[in-house]
Each structure stands twice: as C-alpha cells, then as structure tokens.
C-alpha cells in the first residue's frame, strides 16, 4: 500500500465554503496533520492574480506548504519560498483552439495582472473578476490571443456544447489540454499542464510522486487529479462525474469542512 505524505486539495466547492472562508477546523487540523508529517497543498484552477488577491482571506499562509494556480501552471512552494511557471500556452495553439470553435460565437476570457479581459463583458466575466479580486475588461480576442498565457476559457451556450466537446475530443494533446469545471465553460491550457503535473512538479524535490499524495476535489477539472494521486476523494457535494473518478467520497460538503472531516477519519 501507498505511504501517503502530501494532501492536496481544489479550493471553491471543496476547501471552501460558500462565503470564500477557510474554517477554523480546517486549519487547526492541518497543522495537527502537520506534526504527523503530512505536508499540506492547494491545487486550483484560479490564475496567479487571483490567489495572490485572496491568500489573506483563505489564510494560506497559516497552513499550506505548496500552492498549485492555474491547474497546474504555476507553483509556490512555501516552505523553500520558490515560485516556478510551468508551461504556457503559445499564441499559435490559441488561435488553433479559436479556429476550431469560433462557429459556436464563445465568449473569450484571459487574465492580465490585476484584470480579467472578456471579448464581451458578461455575467461569467463579472463573476471571474469578483471571485479574483481583479477589475474586468473588455478586449478582443484577437488582441488576447497575441502573448503566451497560463490558460484562457471559453463560455459556449448549453445547446452548442456537446459539439463542442466532441470536436475538442478529437484535438485534445495537439498542443492543448482541457477542463470544464462547470456547465459551459471550457479552461485551455498547455497540453502537459494539469493539477497531477502541477503536483508532481510540487513533491519531486522531497522524493515523492503521485502514489504519496491524496487529493480532494468536487468538479469537471479535477478528474485526472482524483484519479491519478495514490487517493482521490471527491466531496459529498460534488459532482456525479467527480464522483465516478474518485477512490473515496467524503460523509461531509464542503459546508461542513468535509476535507479535515475525511482526513481526521482517516488519519488521525
């Protein structure tokens, strides 16, 4: 059997409650699993900007030792005080995923320092811009898509999806990997940048890989984290999808601080 040494966990919907807030619970808890040895780690689609806007409110500083942003495509690591950038994706593979797509008429979403630009300025761009902390602005996707990026998204209407994702199906690894953490919307990154590389990339200078560590995640871009750490945990408020690709389902949502719930049961 595995030894498990690292938790990793997704944020909104998982570490998260409704109001943003990490609890009290939570933190106590990881710090006791931190006397046990385990080391502590966030793995989050949310860009740089944003976690950097909202590392005072989720504490982080109080309790992890790595953060992965931008699913996997950058990394602190906060005991040794490095940050690295993993790999962007190039203007070229942009505008070969806008090609492939553009038929649908997407709304276009990438993130600046301190903005996030919308080639038209939505509801999902107003939400992108509250959660992140980040004024939001309006730019053409022609203009988003000249400089290498950590990823960009997509916002497609319910009757276009599904054609969506069969023709990103068949182009899936040409140069770009995709999520879709929720209905509709649809994350681009480079091809070799995911939460499980983003993590392995975080452990390696311990001596560890993807068996040491257990993940907890509850949406569309968690499923190859869930699926290949040593444990993946989906939360009982999670998807159905999540769920199916996890070894584990938590007793708790994350309302009622279901991760250090799940990991009190587990290993303390």
Not at 35 to 57: C, L, S, Y
Not at 77 to 97: C, R, V
Not at 182 to 195: A, G, Q
Request: glycine share 8%; aromatic share 10%.
């Amino acid at each position: 059997m595995q030894t498990i040494r690292f938790i990793f966990s997704d944020l909104d919907g998982t570490l998260l409650n409704s109001q943003k807030e990490v609890s009290d619970e939570t933190i106590a808890t990881i710090q006791e699993l931190k006397k046990h040895g385990f080391k502590f780690g966030i793995a989050t689609g949310r860009p740089k900007v944003g976690i950097e806007n909202n590392w005072k409110q989720w504490r982080i500083d109080e309790y992890a030792d790595f953060v992965v942003g931008s699913n996997g495509g950058v990394i602190w690591d906060l005991t040794n005080h490095t940050y690295k950038d993993t790999h962007l994706l190039q203007p070229e593979t942009m505008q070969n995923i806008y090609e492939l797509v553009k038929q649908y008429k997407p709304n276009f979403y990438q993130y600046g320092e301190q903005v996030v630009y919308a080639h038209r300025i939505d509801e999902r761009a107003q939400k992108n811009g509250a959660m992140n902390k980040v004024e939001v602005q309006q730019k053409d996707v022609s203009e988003m898509m000249q400089q290498p990026c950590h990823k960009f998204s997509m916002l497609f209407s319910a009757e276009h999806i599904q054609d969506v994702l069969t023709i990103l199906d068949k182009e899936q690894g040409k140069g770009f990997h995709y999520v879709q953490p929720i209905e509709n919307y649809i994350e681009f990154s480079d091809s070799r940048v995911m939460k499980s590389y983003g993590i392995q990339t975080a452990i390696a200078p311990y001596q560890a890989d993807l068996s040491n560590v257990i993940v907890f995640g509850d949406e569309g871009n968690d499923l190859e984290m869930l699926t290949k750490a040593g444990i993946g945990v989906c939360m009982k408020n999670g998807t159905d999808l999540a769920k199916s690709h996890a070894d584990e389902i938590t007793d708790y949502t994350n309302e009622e601080s279901g991760v250090v719930r799940h990991l009190k049961k587990k290993f303390l």
